[in-house]
């Protein structure tokens, strides 16, 4: 079995899906966190990550360059669906495999 993949080395899932989740995770709404500024409505419950909703896809809050050194700029405040996808996982592995990062 090989090791999981090292984050701060891929960032392809930020890169590859549109990042949404319910409206209220931004922080526009009490307990939200994710700054509302980096976001785009879709319908009227939900938002996404600006960026991850046009192609090429590219979350406004990637740092750094895909597949080399990354990082998130508000990791801390990032929404639900940031935190739900693991290292070696199956959108993880979609996601790097469309980079080409196999
Ligand atoms: S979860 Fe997977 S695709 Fe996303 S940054 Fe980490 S290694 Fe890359
Ligand atoms: S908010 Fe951070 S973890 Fe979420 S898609 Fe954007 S860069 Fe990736």
Same mark, same amino acid.
């Given at each position: +079995?090989?090791?999981?993949?090292?984050?701060?080395r891929?960032?392809?899932?930020?890169? !590859?899906?549109?990042?949404?989740?319910?409206?209220? /995770?931004?922080?526009d709404? $009490?307990?939200? =966190?994710?700054? #509302?500024?980096?976001? $785009?409505? #879709?319908?009227?419950?939900?938002?996404? +990550?600006?960026? =991850? /909703? =046009?192609?090429?896809?590219?979350?406004?809050?990637? !740092?750094? /360059? #895909?597949?080399?050194?990354v990082?998130?700029?508000?990791?801390?405040?990032?929404?639900? =669906?940031?935190? /739900? #996808?693991?290292?070696?996982?199956? !959108?993880?592995?979609?996601?790097?495999?469309?980079?080409?990062?196999?």
């Open positions: +079995m090989s090791a999981a993949p090292d984050c701060q891929c960032g392809a899932c930020c890169a !590859q899906f549109r990042v949404s989740f319910y409206w209220a /995770e931004a922080d709404a $009490r307990g939200g =966190t994710v700054p #509302v500024a980096l976001t $785009r409505p #879709v319908g009227p419950l939900h938002r996404c +990550m600006a960026g =991850t /909703e =046009t192609r090429p896809v590219r979350c406004v809050a990637l !740092q750094g /360059e #895909v597949g080399r050194a990082a998130c700029g508000i990791y801390t405040l990032r929404a639900s =669906t940031c935190r /739900e #996808v693991q290292p070696g996982d199956t !959108q993880c592995r979609k996601a790097r495999a469309a980079h080409g990062l196999g």
